[in-house]
């Protein structure tokens, strides 16, 4: 499994606005693509001192199924120009990683 790690931040005023954006549009709009391969996403937020981060955190299959999508230039950023709007900064690229370990704890 590949895991696609992207950044951006936004003002605290728009914070919630990119949220709903990112949960209402966004998402839902690469999940109707039906994108072979892919298996999910996570949001991570972080409130900071004069900004919020999002984190988002994609699971595909592997990284040829990343490559089918995006191309050759995989690693750049797929920011829909609604979320621009929101947006402070973001960066151009996202990292991948190859998922080595999971483990679950149950209480």
Request: proline share 3%.
């Amino acid at each position: 499994m590949i895991k696609r790690i992207w950044h951006g931040w936004t003002t605290p005023e728009n914070a919630e606005t990119y949220h709903e954006i990112l949960t209402n549009v966004v998402i839902p709009g690469f999940e109707a693509k039906a994108i072979a391969g892919y298996l999910g996403i996570e949001v991570l937020r972080r409130d900071l001192e004069s900004e919020i981060e999002f984190i988002t955190i994609m699971s595909f299959r592997s990284r040829s199924d990343i490559i089918a999508f995006l191309g050759q230039d995989y690693e750049r950023s797929y920011v829909p120009d609604v979320a621009r709007t929101v947006l402070k900064r973001w960066e151009q690229t996202a990292q991948h990683y190859e998922l080595c370990t999971k483990r679950s704890h149950k209480e």
